[in-house]
């Protein structure tokens, strides 16, 4: 299957003609696509009977949430909150899997982070048990918090100056909720899949 995210892609299309396709926009409008599967992160309301009038009849729209909205809570997280210092530095690193995603080299990046910059603190959001390789090597210094799982987690990014993330498998949404706290983000380059 080939699943398009984002602008209208032709490749997508032209894979459609040997293999089931999906297109799923960036933005709450039909895409202008010819994948067999049309995802809408809303509703299809009466407003859309001309666009889905040019689909052809073998399409399929599929209303779908989409999860790169907007928190729009009033809750606000404030840095002694959370533990941290008012005139520090904070790295962020934001995740349900954490544990699993944070390897001993990046784990080692964090404690040279650590040695460099004296100002530096680490604000981790997500379930790390306290038993945790993450705990027991970084817990020591002083400078990492461990807030666990957060409701309105993006509220809490907010305090952060930077945004980082692990190679994972995931992040997408709290990547989202860091840019759009204005908070900078840092990922680390995937090597192309079958490449080291």
Known sequence: ???????????????????????????????????????????????????????DSDQVVIETDINYVADDSEHAYSRSELGLGDNTFVVCLVGNRLELEVSAEFLNLLQELLRANANAELLFIGPIAP????????ESTGRAHFAGALDHADKAIKQADLYLNPMRSGGGRSVFEALSAAVPVITLPVPPLGFE
């Open 1 to 55: 299957m080939v699943y398009n995210i984002g602008a209208s892609s032709l490749i997508a299309d032209a894979c459609s003609q040997f293999v089931p396709t999906a297109s799923l926009p960036c933005s709450f409008e039909i895409p202008n696509t010819r994948t067999r599967f049309v995802l809408v992160g809303r509703s299809i309301g009466p407003d859309d009977v001309e666009r889905l009038n040019r689909l």
């Open 131 to 138: 038993g945790s390789f993450i705990r027991t090597e970084l």
